[in-house]
């Protein structure tokens, strides 16, 4: 139990840096289009494919890692 709680913060900061990346690079630039005018209804009926698509379910499994891992940290501190 004493391990966990030493590694558990190292953990946290871990999957902390790989979800604002994983978030960071889904980042588009075509979003400010329908800000000026442009036509954003092309967007909506659009389906994530390959690198995307792994990118989108990384980064729900890291954050469903860092929930778990800081209730984890709730429950033994």
Excluded at 2 to 25: C, D, Q, R
């Amino acid at each position: 139990m004493e391990t966990l709680k030493a590694i558990l913060p190292y953990a946290e900061l871990v999957l902390s840096l790989l979800l604002i990346i994983g978030i960071v690079l889904q980042q588009r630039g075509a979003g400010l289009g329908g800000a000026f005018g442009g036509d954003n209804f092309a967007s909506t009926f659009y389906k994530r494919r390959g690198a995307e698509k792994f990118l989108f379910n990384a980064t729900v499994v890291i954050a469903v890692l860092f929930v778990a891992s800081a209730i984890a940290g709730f429950l033994i501190g």
